[in-house]
């Protein structure tokens, strides 16, 4: 790893103000510090938010769940009240890697490096996310824009995560055995008015799958899925699956977390 | 240069180390604690885990300088008076481990699910130690000897 300035900071000004084109946040630093070991990232300066406490923390309200971004994926998925509001979502953070990587990652540095088999991204389409910065508010489907792209401008920082508390939810990912992350995922909530589909793993973005949310939303059984047809373009083709394999894997998954709702 | 101060096993320590050095190297290179192994050295195989404030951590994947001030246990910190941990010790008795590289991470993580659960199931053992990666002796054995642990602990 080459080597860099380390930072600790004790608020979002410092942290913002350290900011530069040269520099990364570091939060439980899951990818950012196995990037850099491989030498597919190098920074001149890395800024530590971990003790910034404000951005800890989890927040339920009557319509929402509020994730601060440095809240780890233990937290999540050891909570109580999320368990309560959102199962599926402390179930999804419970699939996360390993117990020691729920120990140090956390939902701001999975959002933000926007991995296309990261299994958060899924949960932000799904429940309507908005993603709160340091100086905006950005609803999940203008914020992952691409493989590891997001609209996060440079020196932004995340804050916090609200979740849409839908009507009812589920989350089922055939994990890659090794990583855990997901070779394909799909996160389905169905919300008062509308019903998402989010994927994760198959494509090189996390994406909502319109033809079977529609499905859903006209009949909220996984039989209204039968006739449905997913077409392989466009996904994800690797050692582990093929593109037909991973369009298969989209509607068996679809199926399964609407039974499992 | 960073100044990382931590208490390691019980003793304080205080090092001026290069602001990009990595938990385990901090613990391998400049204290020769080198019970913590570094197998694969990207946060998959699990055998570079110790104990940071009580949880456990791939200490492959933690800057030194950001754990500062943190309690920090490796497998030289669990014998006490000359006496293994009960983990070792179901480990040893229940032949948990053939060449031994995984053995301290899957030792600190066992101990770090018992912490949890007294009585886990073999899946949940399992589960548990899904961030540690044996490739000789196989997991039969490293259950059996969590499982003992488990009941002496």
């Given at each position: 790893?080459?080597?860099?300035?380390?930072?600790?900071?004790?608020?979002?000004?410092?942290?913002?103000?350290?900011?530069?084109?040269?520099?990364?946040?570091?939060?439980?630093?899951?990818?950012?510090?196995?990037?850099?070991?491989?030498?597919?990232?190098?920074?001149?300066?890395?800024?530590?938010?971990?003790?910034?406490?404000?951005?800890?923390?989890?927040?339920?309200?009557?319509?929402?769940?509020?994730?601060?971004?440095?809240?780890?994926?233990?937290?999540?998925?050891?909570?109580?009240?999320?368990?309560?509001?959102?199962?599926?979502?402390?179930?999804?953070?419970?699939?996360?890697?390993?117990?020691?990587?729920?120990?140090?990652?956390?939902?701001?540095?999975?959002?933000?490096?926007?991995?296309?088999?990261?299994?958060?991204?899924?949960?932000c389409?799904?429940?309507?996310?908005?993603?709160?910065?340091?100086?905006?508010?950005?609803?999940?489907?203008?914020?992952?824009?691409?493989?590891?792209?997001?609209?996060?401008?440079?020196?932004?920082l995340?804050?916090?995560?609200?979740?849409q508390?839908?009507?009812?939810?589920?989350?089922?990912?055939?994990?890659?055995?090794?990583s855990?992350?997901?070779?394909?995922?799909?996160?389905?909530?169905?919300?008062?008015?509308?019903v998402?589909?989010?994927?994760?793993?198959?494509?090189?973005?996390?994406?909502?799958?319109?033809?079977?949310?529609?499905?859903?939303?006209?009949?909220?059984?996984?039989?209204?899925?039968?006739?449905?047809?997913?077409?392989?373009?466009?996904?994800?083709?690797?050692?582990?699956?093929?593109?037909?394999?991973?369009?298969?894997?989209?509607?068996?998954?679809?199926?399964?977390?609407?039974?499992?709702? | 240069?960073?100044?990382?101060?931590?208490?390691?096993?019980?003793?304080?320590?205080?090092?001026?180390?290069?602001?990009?050095?990595?938990?385990?190297?901090?613990?391998?290179?400049?204290?020769?604690?080198?019970?913590?192994?570094?197998?694969?050295?990207?946060?998959?195989?699990?055998?570079?885990?110790?104990?940071?404030?009580g949880?456990?951590?791939?200490?492959?994947?933690?800057?030194?300088?950001?754990?500062?001030?943190?309690k920090?246990?490796?497998?030289?910190?669990?014998?006490?008076?000359g006496?293994?941990?009960?983990?070792?010790?179901?480990?040893?008795?229940?032949?948990?481990l053939?060449?031994?590289?995984?053995?301290?991470?899957?030792?600190?993580?066992?101990?770090?699910?018992?912490?949890?659960?007294?009585?886990?199931?073999?899946?949940?053992?399992?589960?548990?130690?899904?961030?540690?990666?044996?490739?000789?002796?196989?997991?039969?054995?490293?259950?059996?000897?969590?499982?003992?642990?488990?009941?002496?602990?």
């Amino acid at each position: 790893m080459k080597t860099f300035n380390y930072h600790s900071t004790k608020d979002v000004k410092e942290a913002t103000k350290l900011a530069s084109s040269s520099s990364a946040f570091l939060a439980g630093g899951m990818t950012t510090l196995p990037s850099m070991k491989l030498g597919l990232a190098s920074y001149k300066d890395i800024i530590d938010i971990k003790r910034i406490k404000k951005l800890s923390g989890i927040k339920v309200s009557g319509k929402s769940v509020t994730i601060g971004s440095t809240t780890k994926h233990a937290e999540v998925a050891n909570s109580k009240e999320v368990k309560k509001a959102i199962p599926s979502l402390a179930a999804l953070a419970e699939g996360i890697g390993d117990p020691q990587v729920r120990n140090r990652g956390t939902i701001g540095g999975s959002i933000a490096n926007n991995d296309p088999s990261a299994d958060y991204p899924s949960a932000c389409i799904a429940l309507n996310a908005t993603i709160h910065t340091n100086n905006r508010k950005i609803s999940s489907d203008k914020f992952f824009t691409g493989m590891f792209e997001t609209s996060l401008k440079k020196g932004e920082l995340i804050e916090a995560v609200e979740f849409q508390i839908p009507e009812k939810s589920c989350y089922q990912k055939y994990p890659n055995p090794a990583s855990r992350y997901a070779i394909v995922g799909v996160y389905v909530a169905k919300h008062k008015s509308d019903v998402n589909v989010a994927i994760t793993g198959a494509k090189s973005c996390v994406y909502n799958e319109k033809s079977i949310a529609n499905a859903l939303l006209k009949n909220f059984s996984s039989s209204s899925l039968d006739s449905l047809k997913i077409p392989s373009s466009g996904m994800n083709s690797d050692i582990h699956a093929s593109a037909d394999y991973r369009a298969n894997m989209v509607k068996v998954f679809a199926k399964k977390a609407v039974d499992a709702c | 240069m960073k100044k990382v101060s931590l208490e390691v096993n019980g003793k304080k320590v205080s090092k001026e180390v290069p602001d990009h050095t990595v938990l385990s190297v901090f613990l391998r290179e400049v204290l020769n604690l080198t019970g913590t192994h570094i197998g694969c050295d990207t946060s998959q195989c699990g055998a570079c885990v110790v104990h940071v404030d009580g949880k456990s951590i791939k200490s492959c994947t933690a800057l030194a300088a950001d754990i500062e001030g943190s309690k920090v246990t490796t497998i030289e910190g669990l014998v006490s008076n000359g006496k293994m941990h009960p983990m070792q010790e179901a480990f040893k008795k229940q032949h948990g481990l053939q060449c031994g590289f995984c053995t301290p991470g899957m030792v600190m993580s066992a101990i770090d699910l018992l912490n949890h659960k007294k009585n886990p199931s073999d899946k949940e053992i399992r589960d548990w130690l899904e961030g540690n990666i044996c490739r000789c002796t196989g997991y039969q054995n490293i259950v059996a000897a969590v499982k003992e642990a488990a009941s002496k602990m």
